[in-house]
Structures are given as C-alpha cells and as structure tokens.
T-cell receptor, first 113, second 108 residues
Framework: NAGVTQTPKFRVLKTGQSMTLLCAQD?????MYWYRQDPGMGLRLIHY???????AKGEVPDGYNVSRLKKQNFLLGLESAAPSQTSVYFC????????????FGPGTRLTVL | RKEVEQDPGPFNVPEGATVAFNCTYS??????FFWYRQDCRKEPKLLMS???SGNEDGRFTAQLNRASQYISLLIRDSKLSDSATYLC?????????FGAGTRLFVKA
C-alpha cells in the first residue's frame, strides 16, 4: 500500500496563478484533511471531508477550495495564489474520525512569488 | 492564548539522558490527545496516544492531566534517532489542533 500520496512535491507559482494539489489514499479512509504548516506555527486545518461528496471549512479556509468526488481523492485548489500562501501543505486521512490516528502524505512545498 | 502551547525548545541532550516535554491546552472539553513525531522536512507520524491512565511504549511514556489541562511526554535513554520535533495534538469533535512542536536534539 502506498498510504497517502501527494502531487506535486514542489511548485513555484506567480501571484495570481491557480493550481490544484492532489491527495490520494489507498486505505479506504472516510476522513481526509488538508493542512498548511508555516515556521513556528502548528499545522493549521484548511478544509476537511468526512466522506465522499462532502467537504467542510477548517481554521484557515480563505483562498482555497476543495473537492472530494471520489473517496480516495481529496483535491485542494488555489484560485488566485498570493505570497501569503507560500507554505508546506500536508494532506492526511483517518479511518472514521478525527479521534483516530491521522496518516499524512509527504507534503507539497509551494512558493508563491 | 493559543489553544495548544508547547515549549519550542530546542532541547539539547546527550545520548542516554531522560527528557520530558509538556504541552498545555485551553479547551477543557477536549477529548483525544496524541503525540506525533516530525522529522526535518518530513510528514508528522503518530508516536502515541495519551490516556488519563497514562501509557507507555518502550522508552516513551505519555501522561494526561485533565484537571490542569496538560499532557506530557517522557523519553528515557535518549537515542540519536530520537532527534526530531514532537507535536502535541488535541482533538475535539471535528477539530484537531496541533501544537507548534518541541525540537529535540540528541548528541553523541
């Protein structure tokens, strides 16, 4: 099993450009999450999903959109990238709730110039 | 006040030392507690869950004090491979809050 995978691993964008980050898991987990991690701060939840076809806002959702059309995939979109969105983005999944262990992908390092 | 607070460190300890980290949380209704480990430029991975009765996994012991709203992690007989950032994690319903982490360096 690959676990949780993320595509791409690195990306550089110019201000105003858009992009989509893909997260895939092969563990049949119901819950999936997108976090961002910035220096000196903990991981902050952007959006999450409790099942196929559902999404919900987390702590820092502004400037991001998500979709969960298939159970195994969770997409994070940046509509118009800003330098403040320079960060490391982690996707995670858990079996049935946030009380379970979360399994993380390797992360995507995004720089917005 | 941050919802989950940790001493950022770094803690620099020699091999074989015992080191302890504390973490405080602000919401008394918090329900689940974890310690995750994150190596440099890698993803976080679960180290252990934390229960009121305390739990131990080899050289690692975690404790929860609900009355004082803190959790702790004790590492005995530190190894070079224990060098990492340790993240305190608190969950309430759908909300998972990560601390900023405590950095540990174990020296030979």
């Amino acid at each position: 099993n690959a676990g949780v995978t993320q595509t791409p691993k690195f990306r550089v964008l110019k201000t105003g450009q858009s992009m989509t980050l893909l997260c895939a898991q092969d563990m049949n987990h119901e819950y999936m999450y997108w976090y961002r991690q910035d220096p000196g701060m903990g991981l902050r939840l952007i959006h999450y999903s409790v099942g196929e076809g559902t999404t919900a806002k987390g702590e820092v959702p502004d400037g991001y959109n998500v979709s969960r059309l298939k159970k195994q995939n969770f997409l994070l979109g940046l509509e118009s990238a800003a330098p403040s969105q320079t960060s490391v983005y982690f996707c995670a999944s858990s079996y049935y709730s946030a009380y379970n262990e979360q399994f993380f992908g390797p992360g995507t390092r995004l720089t917005v110039l | 006040r941050k919802e989950v607070e940790q001493d950022p460190g770094p803690f620099n300890v020699p091999e074989g030392a015992t080191v302890a980290f504390n973490c405080t949380y602000s919401n008394s209704a918090s329900q689940s507690f974890f310690w995750y480990r994150q190596d440099c430029r890698k993803e976080p991975k679960l180290l252990m869950s934390v229960y009121s009765s305390g739990n131990e996994d080899g050289r690692f012991t975690a404790q929860l004090n609900r009355a004082s709203q803190y959790i702790s992690l004790l590492i005995r007989d530190s190894k070079l491979s224990d060098s990492a950032t340790y993240l305190c994690v608190v969950t309430l319903a759908f909300k998972t809050i990560f601390g900023a982490g405590t950095r540990l360096f174990v020296k030979a």
